[in-house]
C-alpha cells in the first residue's frame, strides 16, 4: 500500500496564478483532509471531507477550494495565488474522523512570489 | 488561542536520556493524540490516549493524560539520535483535531 500520496511534492507561482494540489490514499479511509503547516504555528486545518462527495471548511478556508469526487482522492485548489499562501500542504486521511489516527502524505511545498 | 500546546518549545538532551514534553489543552476531550515529524516529512502517530484512560505505553514511549488538569505528557525514554524530530500533541476539537505548535527535540550523540 502507497499510504497517502501527494502531488507535486514542490511547486511555485506567481502571485494570481492558480493550481491544484492532489491527494490520493488507498487505505478506504472515509475521512481527508488538508493542512498548512507554517513555521511556528503546527498544523492549520484548511478544509476537510468526512466522505465522497462531502466537503467541509477548517479554521483557515479562505483563498481554497477543494473536492472529493472520488473517496480515494481530495484536491485542494487556489484560483487565485497570494504570498500569504506560501507553506508546506499535508493532506491526511483517517478512517473515521477524530477518534482515530491521521495517516499524513509527504507534503507539498508550495511558494508564491 | 490553541487547543492544545506543547511545552517545552525546544529541548536538547543527550543520547540515552529521557525525553519529557507535555501538552495543555483548554476544553474537554474525547482523545488525545502524539505525532512526530521528522524534517521535511509528514507527520507519523506514535499514540492515541482516550479521556477515560490514565496512561499508555508504546516501545520507548510512555503517554499520561491528566483529564483534571487538562494535560498529557510524552516520555522518551533511553532517547536516540534518531528521535530527534518535531512532537506534536493533537487533541480532538468539534469535529476535528487541532495541532499544538510542537516541541522541537534534539537528541545529541
Known amino acids: 500500500n502507497a499510504g497517502v500520496t501527494q502531488t507535486p511534492k514542490f511547486r511555485v507561482l506567481k502571485t494570481g496564478q492558480s493550481m491544484t494540489l492532489l491527494c490520493a490514499q488507498d487505505m478506504n479511509h472515509e475521512y481527508m483532509y488538508w493542512y498548512r503547516q507554517d513555521p511556528g504555528m503546527g498544523l492549520r486545518l484548511i478544509h476537510y471531507?468526512?466522505?465522497?462527495?462531502?466537503?467541509a471548511k477548517g479554521e483557515v478556508p479562505d483563498g481554497y477550494n477543494v473536492s472529493r469526487l472520488k473517496k480515494q482522492n481530495f484536491l485542494l485548489g487556489l484560483e487565485s495565488a497570494a504570498p500569504s499562501q506560501t507553506s508546506v500542504y499535508f493532506c491526511?486521511?483517517?478512517?473515521?474522523?477524530?477518534?482515530?489516527?491521521?495517516?499524513f502524505g509527504p507534503g507539498t511545498r508550495l511558494t508564491v512570489l | 488561542s490553541q487547543q492544545g500546546e506543547e511545552d517545552p518549545q525546544a529541548l536538547s538532551i543527550q543520547e540515552g536520556e529521557n525525553a519529557t514534553m507535555n501538552c495543555s489543552y483548554k476544553t474537554s476531550i474525547n482523545n488525545l493524540q502524539w505525532y512526530r515529524q521528522n524534517s521535511g516529512r509528514g507527520l507519523v502517530h506514535l499514540i492515541l490516549i482516550r479521556s477515560n484512560e490514565r496512561e499508555k505505553h508504546s516501545g520507548r514511549l510512555r503517554v499520561t493524560l491528566d483529564t483534571s488538569k487538562k494535560s498529557s505528557s510524552l516520555l522518551i525514554t533511553a532517547s536516540r539520535a534518531a528521535d530527534t524530530a518535531s512532537y506534536f500533541c493533537?487533541?480532538?476539537?468539534?469535529?476535528?483535531?487541532?495541532f499544538g505548535p510542537g516541541t522541537r527535540l534534539s537528541v545529541l550523540p
Open positions: 471531507s468526512v466522505g465522497e462527495g462531502t466537503t
Open positions: 491526511a486521511s483517517s478512517y473515521f474522523g477524530k477518534y482515530n489516527e491521521q495517516f
Open positions: 493533537a487533541t480532538d476539537y468539534g469535529q476535528n483535531f487541532v
